[in-house]
């Protein structure tokens, strides 16, 4: 089973709408992420979470917000979709001491019409 | 100017190449990575390191810190590790997680 899972995988959207992405895991990791992935500019962090309630913002948070109520849980929403905040979004999980780094759900693919 | 530069963006090698895939980075750093995409998108962590050298079967990776620089090596290359491989780094102060990326190298592995 794998220990990060993303949903839904994709998801097309029209501008305006409300959307909220989920990350779920089951390695009772300290530490959640989440990026988003545009050609050009590669792997960029929308928000992160260091536990339970405990958030702050990374490098293009702007038009997101994020909520973590339970270790396993960490939720992005984009509060008004926007044509510009197509683009895949990635949750990953990490802990300190861990020898391996980062750990990557599988992505979801969102589409901003 | 990106704090993290791949060289070089495209890589195109024939089975069973040696490949090197170089890293520098302006910043400070506490550790580098080294990650994995495939075509189908998902992404896998290959090697954190803050010094020296790992292994891990085919793939070694090496940092010089001094020097800012690291490089990813596949000895005997293979069609499937055909795949985007990214560096990012974990920048002194910086808060965990936040990653700076590079904007990868995208190697093709023809058999």
């Known amino acids: 089973d794998a220990g990060i899972t993303q949903s839904p995988r994709h998801k097309v959207t029209e501008t305006g709408t409300p959307v909220t992405l989920r990350c779920h895991q089951t390695?009772?990791?300290?530490?959640m992420y989440w990026y988003r992935q545009d050609p050009g500019h590669g792997l960029r962090l929308i928000h992160y979470?260091?536990?339970?309630?405990?958030?702050d913002k990374g490098e293009v948070s702007d038009g997101y917000s994020v909520s973590r109520s339970k270790t396993e849980d960490f939720l992005l929403t984009l509060e008004s979709a926007t044509s510009s905040q197509t683009s895949v979004y990635f949750c990953?999980?990490?802990?300190?001491?861990?020898?391996?780094?980062?750990?990557f759900g599988s992505g979801t693919r969102l589409t901003v019409v | 100017k990106n704090e993290v530069e791949q060289s070089p963006q495209n890589l195109t090698a024939q089975e069973g190449e040696f490949i090197t895939i170089n890293c520098s980075y302006s910043v400070g750093i506490s550790a580098l990575h080294w990650l994995q995409q495939h075509p189908g998108g998902g992404i896998v962590s290959l090697f954190m390191?803050?010094?020296g050298k790992k292994k891990h079967g085919r793939l070694i990776a090496t940092i010089n810190i001094q020097e800012k620089h690291s490089s990813l090596h596949i000895t005997a290359s293979h069609p499937r590790d055909s795949a985007v491989y990214i560096c990012a780094g974990n920048p002194h102060g910086g808060s965990q997680g936040n990653l700076i990326f590079g904007k990868g190298t995208k190697l093709s592995v023809k058999p």
């Open positions: 990953a999980i990490s802990e300190l001491g861990q020898d391996y780094g980062y750990t």
């Open positions: 390695e009772n990791h300290r530490y």
């Open positions: 390191l803050s010094s």
């Open positions: 979470s260091y536990g339970v309630k405990d958030t």
